[in-house]
């Protein structure tokens, strides 16, 4: 840019150059040398210029009629895959805490009536000892009765 700029600029100041030395007798003073150098310098960096904000706006153009770059399309396909990836991951580790805690509950269940099941067997022969017990001081309380003739004892 900066070589085409230049050449343009040498080129519309050729002629004015040209001219001025010609009023010198073909040769430029060192002066006038110095202000044509900075006035063409100045003309360079405007037209270095112009020419930059000529290709930004082209490329805007372009970049507004192809849409999003690329790599940004491809970057935020990237970040809605581990978007997803993430979100199924919390599905899956929701559903094993839930299948863990339902697991913990039925263990519980199972647990507790287990600990009733043995609290009622305790229970139950409890009340047959007591049952047992309560028979056998009765019958020390009260006498047998013996059949003589068949030698057989009868508890009451």
């Not at 430029?28 to 020419?51: D, G, S, V």
């Not at 006498?143 to 030698?151: A, G, L, S, Y």
Request: proline share 2%; aromatic share 2%; net charge negative.
């Amino acid at each position: 840019m900066g070589l085409q700029a230049r050449a343009e600029v040498e080129e519309e100041n050729a002629q004015a150059i040209q001219e001025q030395a010609q009023q010198y007798g073909g040769q430029l003073p060192q002066e006038l040398q110095i202000r044509f150098q900075e006035a063409m310098e100045q003309q360079i960096a405007e037209k270095i210029a112009a020419m930059i904000e000529e290709m930004v706006a082209e490329e805007q153009e372009m970049m507004d009629e192809l849409g999003e770059d690329p790599l940004v399309d491809l970057k935020q396909q990237e970040i809605n895959l581990r978007e997803q990836d993430i979100d199924r991951k919390t599905r899956a580790d929701e559903a094993k805490i839930g299948i863990d805690q339902d697991k913990l509950d039925q263990d519980a269940r199972l647990t507790q009536d287990k600990i009733q099941s043995q609290e009622d067997i305790a229970q139950l022969r409890a009340n047959v000892n007591l049952t047992k017990q309560k028979e056998i001081e009765k019958s020390k309380k009260s006498p047998r009765r013996v059949d003589v003739q068949k030698n057989v004892r009868f508890d009451n």
